[in-house]
């Protein structure tokens, strides 16, 4: 399948599937999720966390979130915020650590080719891509980033 166009809201989204499709298809280990909240990404659909949970029981399989901030995904996505307390051990979330002034790209890659990315979120203009040199220059770019940040979202959460 081709990659699609990134040309509109709707777009992006189709985009985002695309690229889950494509890096579980082609048996990814590491797919990583990059954005300010995660408000406007499709992670409460049921069909993709269906997909998530297949590749998500192979082992190996790291799902990776880094965010600014979490504060829309229990509201926005609850379905997903209640899926990733199965998968705690398999999803990490990270933030990065106060004081850095990070401007996180909207970016999803995974560690082999996969990489969709929205360039302009006004006009919501992007490109998806298989490309292994683009995914490794992302990978290499937000591994800098995860190794300034800190575990956060904690998938349950604690209480006396």
């Known amino acids: 399948m081709n990659a699609p166009d990134i040309a509109s809201r ?6 985002l599937r695309w ?15 990059v954005d300010a909240d995660f408000a406007d990404w499709p992670l409460d ?7 998530l949970t297949a590749w998500l029981k192979q082992p190996g399989r790291r799902l990776v979130l880094l965010a600014s901030r979490y504060d829309e ?32 790209p909207t970016l999803l890659f995974d560690d082999q080719q996969v990489s969709v990315q929205l360039i302009d979120s006004v006009h919501w203009r992007g490109r998806a891509a298989i490309d ?9 770019r937000i591994d800098a980033v995860l190794q300034r940040s800190e575990a956060s979202f904690a998938a349950n959460a604690l209480g006396l």
């Open 45 to 51: 659909d049921t069909g993709l966390q269906a997909q």
């Open 10 to 15: 709707a777009g992006f989204v189709a985009a």
């Open 132 to 140: 292994a040199r683009s995914a490794r220059l992302w990978g290499e």
């Open 73 to 104: 995904l229990p509201r926005r996505h609850p379905r997903f915020v209640a899926w990733r307390r199965l998968w705690a051990q398999a999803i990490e979330a990270w933030s990065p650590q106060d004081g850095e002034a990070v401007q996180l």
């Open 19 to 33: 690229g889950f499709e494509q890096a579980v298809g082609a048996g990814a280990r590491r797919i990583v999720c």
